[in-house]
T-cell receptor, first 115, second 112 residues
Framework: DADVTQTPRNRITKTGKRIMLECSQT?????MYWYRQDPGLGLRLIYY???????NKGEISDGYSVSRQAQAKFSLSLESAIPNQTALYFC??????????????FGDGTRLSIL | SQKIEQNSEALNIQEGKTATLTCNYT??????LQWYRQDPGRGPVFLLL?????KEKRKERLKVTFDTTLKQSLFHITASQPADSATYLC???????????FGAGTRLFVKA
């Protein structure tokens, strides 16, 4: 079984719809992240969470919200999807060492297309 | 803000040769720098981490160097194989180490 599982793997939806992407992990890490990846732009951080009660905005949080339901679960929502949110979305987890991020473990992504 | 520059052009090399990928960054020097591999349709996979006080790090056929004066890391794959074909991402920490900033990656093609 994968350590970081994302569902769904693929989703096609229409403008204005609400969408939820889910992520669960078995690594026991406290830190979880949501990124989007666009060609030529690399991974950009949307939101991150260092524990269940800690949620932080990343560099591109507008139009997105998150929920940390448990240590192992972190979901990303698009309240009203728009076409420029079409991208590949990744969830990741990491441990920490004296407060600093350790290497990240990624899921296999959700390919989201908004028409 | 910190920027990471990786060659956006794909690197094509012959099997058996050494592949060298470059990562340049601007502004502050991070306490450590990481390299990841990403295959099409998959998430990035961590390969190596090098700290600012380490000039070089090796793991099997992989070697990473870190020059804080030049603000540059080099990633080498020796005796390259077609299975090494992938996109390689450079990543470094933000000040305080709470976020990881990723480069856009360089695509490597190894021809048999």
């Amino acid at each position: 079984d994968a350590d970081v599982t994302q569902t769904p793997r693929n989703r096609i939806t229409k403008t204005g719809k609400r969408i939820m992407l889910e992520c669960s992990q078995t690594k026991g890490h406290d830190r979880m992240y949501w990124y989007r990846q666009d060609p030529g732009l690399g991974l950009r951080l949307i939101y991150y969470s260092f524990d269940v009660k800690d949620i932080n905005k990343g560099e591109i949080s507008d139009g997105y919200s998150v929920s940390r339901q448990a240590q192992a679960k972190f979901s990303l929502s698009l309240e009203s999807a728009i076409p420029n949110q079409t991208a590949l979305y990744f969830c990741a987890t990491s441990d920490s060492d004296r407060g600093r991020n350790q290497p990240q473990h990624f899921g296999d992504g959700t390919r989201l297309s908004i028409l | 803000s910190q920027k990471i520059e990786q060659n956006s052009e794909a690197l094509n090399i012959q099997e058996g040769k050494t592949a060298t990928l470059t990562c340049n960054y601007t502004n502050y020097s991070p306490a450590y720098l990481q390299w990841y591999r990403q295959d099409p349709g998959r998430g990035p996979v961590f390969l190596l981490l090098i700290r600012e006080n380490e000039k070089e790090k090796r793991k099997e056929r992989l070697k990473v160097t870190f020059d804080t004066t030049l603000k540059q890391s080099l990633f080498h794959i020796t005796a390259s194989q077609p299975a090494d074909s992938a996109t390689y991402l450079c990543a470094l920490e933000s000040p305080g180490g709470f976020k990881t900033i990723f480069g856009a990656g360089t695509r490597l093609f190894v021809k048999a």
